[in-house]
T-cell receptor, first 116, second 112 residues
Framework: DAGVIQSPRHEVTEMGQEVTLRCKPI?????LFWYRQTMMRGLELLIY????????DSGMPEDRFSAKMPNASFSTLKIQPSEPRDSAVYFC??????????????FGDGTRLSIL | GENVEQHPSTLSVQEGDSAVIKCTYS??????FPWYKQELGKRPQLIID?????GEKKDQRIAVTLNKTAKHFSLHITETQPEDSAVYFC???????????FGIGTKLQVIP
């Protein structure tokens, strides 16, 4: 199993530019999560999907952030326009809902985003 | 919604000593409590988890205890080694939901 795959691993861009982060969940997992990690706020859940449908986007900081999951094997998180305060590590995670329900989330390696 | 508090924020121990990290949660409906370890520059990785119908679980040098009445749970690492140095996160998940709420993290330093 390749695990959760995120790209790019690092992104450096100027303020105002559009940023697109990508995630491929573990095959067979029906839940996908986007997190943002900073020193000040720790791991924050931005949004999560179940079977490609957004379930809870209450953590999305503002309208500049959007996320999509067009199919079971791909999701994107976009920031437009980007701002320096968006600089953080963005993690994607996936999990599956089984008969026993309590299955852990598996994280990707993250995208380290720097907005200049 | 769920709120998870974790302490201490930093912890230094001598190699071979034990380390304890404590967390509290607010939602009595939470029934699953995973612990993640994150090494510098890497992803969080699950190290142990516990369900609400269990009071304690052990895996080699790592153990987790859960007190549902008090709504707190703890991670215990015995015979610490330098490779245990990392940030540890506790988390809680409400029954029937997949959303997990994380604690702020504890930076553990094991001094050789």
């Amino acid at each position: 199993d390749a695990g959760v795959i995120q790209s790019p691993r690092h992104e450096v861009t100027e303020m105002g530019q559009e940023v697109t982060l990508r995630c491929k969940p573990i095959s067979g997992h029906d839940y996908l999560f986007w997190y943002r990690q900073t020193m000040m706020r720790g791991l924050e859940l931005l949004i999560y999907f179940n079977n490609n449908v957004p379930i809870d986007d209450s953590g999305m900081p503002e309208d500049r952030f959007s996320a999509k999951m067009p199919n079971a094997s791909f999701s994107t998180l976009k920031i437009q326009p980007s701002e320096p305060r968006d600089s953080a590590v963005y993690f994607c995670a996936s999990s599956s809902l089984t008969l026993y329900s309590n299955q852990p989330q598996h994280f990707g390696d993250g995208t380290r985003l720097s907005i200049l | 919604g769920e709120n998870v508090e974790q302490h201490p924020s930093t912890l230094s121990v001598q190699e071979g000593d034990s380390a304890v990290i404590k967390c509290t949660y607010s939602d009595s409906a939470s029934n699953y409590f995973p612990w993640y370890k994150q090494e510098l520059g890497k992803r969080p990785q699950l190290i142990i988890d516990i369900r609400s119908n269990v009071g304690e679980k052990k895996d080699q040098r790592i153990a987790v205890t859960l007190n549902k009445t008090a709504k707190h749970f703890s991670l215990h690492i015995t015979e610490t080694q330098p490779e245990d140095s990392a940030v540890y996160f506790c988390a809680a998940r409400e029954r029937g939901y997949q959303k997990v709420t994380f604690g702020i993290g504890t930076k553990l330093q094991v001094i050789p």
